[in-house]
């Protein structure tokens, strides 16, 4: 493995604690507008979805209402979708795509569904572009009870108020190449540890559940998804980010144990998308394509199985 220069904060292999914390915090810039690019646009949805908001967060005297969009007149008879997108703050389709599927497919699908969809999660990190919270911390490592990230409490608070069961739960995510220039290197640095390149898959991928695995369920986001964008072929290994693939474009990760969003309510059917934006074959609009599509050919199999 090729390794590679420090990052700029704290000392090689020696973890970082609160002065490299808050020197990291210190020059995190504000880059786009949560209100104007998220806000608004679920505002628009409020005619055919219940837009609740289900905690406040502030950050250096800065509010970010966190936002739920809900089925109206929910009904025990319908099981319930979960669909996250922002987690990972600076994953822009996963937000996008998200909106986008209400926008486009919501109400028809409310036919058979009830949804919980949380836009963006982490909308600190989306303003900020950024993966982590203003903590340091990875969301996406954070959901497990009395977790230390609001971001990650809060929407299990929000889910769980609502039901104990959760039929499919889509968490829409980017792999990025700011993911090997920033925040890998940045993680290797707060936690002490030699940073080690990973290759960025080009191309989209999906993380699947070992404890909840379906192969044709994520075969049928696969093959959907491919007449959008292309799917990332696995390296000289067989491997996409370092973990073996159980099938074109599939890994598996153990969500539970790593503390994954899409593991949080244990549903029947999870998936996490991974949209890769960087490729030349590729821009916004098709990784929100992307986004929708998996999550529409998710819903198509559920429905005809
Ligand atoms: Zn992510």
Redesign the pocket.
Same mark, same amino acid.
């Given at each position: 493995m090729k390794k590679t220069a420090h990052y700029s904060i704290g000392r090689p292999l020696q973890k970082w604690g609160e002065t490299e914390k808050q020197a990291w915090l210190r020059v995190q810039k504000t880059k786009r507008s949560y209100e104007k690019d998220v806000l608004v646009n679920i505002e628009q949805l409020r005619a055919d979805f219940d837009i609740q908001q289900y905690e406040e967060l502030t950050y250096d005297s800065k509010t970010y209402p966190l936002m739920m969009l809900a089925t109206k007149d929910p009904s025990d008879n319908k099981p319930t979708v979960l669909i996250t997108g922002g987690? +990972?703050g600076y994953?822009t389709s996963g937000v996008h795509g998200a909106i986008h599927f209400l926008k486009t497919h919501g109400k028809e699908y409310q036919t058979y569904f009830q949804f919980l969809v949380a836009p963006c999660v982490s909308p600190w990190s989306y303003e900020t572009i950024n993966?982590w919270n203003p903590d340091t911390i990875d969301p996406?490592r954070s959901f497990y009870p009395d977790s230390p990230a609001a971001e990650c409490s809060s929407l299990m608070q929000a889910v769980f108020s609502k039901t104990q069961s959760v039929l499919a739960h889509f968490d829409l +995510?980017?792999t990025t190449d700011s993911d090997e220039d920033e925040f890998r290197p940045a993680r290797a640095a707060r936690d002490g540890e030699v940073f080690e390149k990973q290759e960025i898959p080009d191309g989209f991928y999906l993380v699947a559940d070992t404890s909840n695995y379906n192969p044709a369920f994520q075969k049928a986001m696969i093959d959907a998804v491919q007449k959008i964008t292309h799917i990332a072929p696995s390296d000289a290994q067989g491997n996409i980010i370092d973990v073996p693939i159980e099938q074109p474009g599939v890994i598996l990760y153990d969500k539970q144990k790593y503390k994954l969003c899409a593991g949080f309510c244990q549903p029947t059917y999870s998936t996490t998308t991974e949209v890769y934006p960087d490729s030349p074959n590729i821009n916004d609009e098709i990784c929100i394509k992307a986004q929708v599509t998996a999550v529409k050919a998710g819903l198509d199999f559920i429905l005809a199985t």
């Amino acid at each position: 493995m090729k390794k590679t220069a420090h990052y700029s904060i704290g000392r090689p292999l020696q973890k970082w604690g609160e002065t490299e914390k808050q020197a990291w915090l210190r020059v995190q810039k504000t880059k786009r507008s949560y209100e104007k690019d998220v806000l608004v646009n679920i505002e628009q949805l409020r005619a055919d979805f219940d837009i609740q908001q289900y905690e406040e967060l502030t950050y250096d005297s800065k509010t970010y209402p966190l936002m739920m969009l809900a089925t109206k007149d929910p009904s025990d008879n319908k099981p319930t979708v979960l669909i996250t997108g922002g987690v +990972h703050g600076y994953e822009t389709s996963g937000v996008h795509g998200a909106i986008h599927f209400l926008k486009t497919h919501g109400k028809e699908y409310q036919t058979y569904f009830q949804f919980l969809v949380a836009p963006c999660v982490s909308p600190w990190s989306y303003e900020t572009i950024n993966r982590w919270n203003p903590d340091t911390i990875d969301p996406n490592r954070s959901f497990y009870p009395d977790s230390p990230a609001a971001e990650c409490s809060s929407l299990m608070q929000a889910v769980f108020s609502k039901t104990q069961s959760v039929l499919a739960h889509f968490d829409l +995510h980017e792999t990025t190449d700011s993911d090997e220039d920033e925040f890998r290197p940045a993680r290797a640095a707060r936690d002490g540890e030699v940073f080690e390149k990973q290759e960025i898959p080009d191309g989209f991928y999906l993380v699947a559940d070992t404890s909840n695995y379906n192969p044709a369920f994520q075969k049928a986001m696969i093959d959907a998804v491919q007449k959008i964008t292309h799917i990332a072929p696995s390296d000289a290994q067989g491997n996409i980010i370092d973990v073996p693939i159980e099938q074109p474009g599939v890994i598996l990760y153990d969500k539970q144990k790593y503390k994954l969003c899409a593991g949080f309510c244990q549903p029947t059917y999870s998936t996490t998308t991974e949209v890769y934006p960087d490729s030349p074959n590729i821009n916004d609009e098709i990784c929100i394509k992307a986004q929708v599509t998996a999550v529409k050919a998710g819903l198509d199999f559920i429905l005809a199985t």
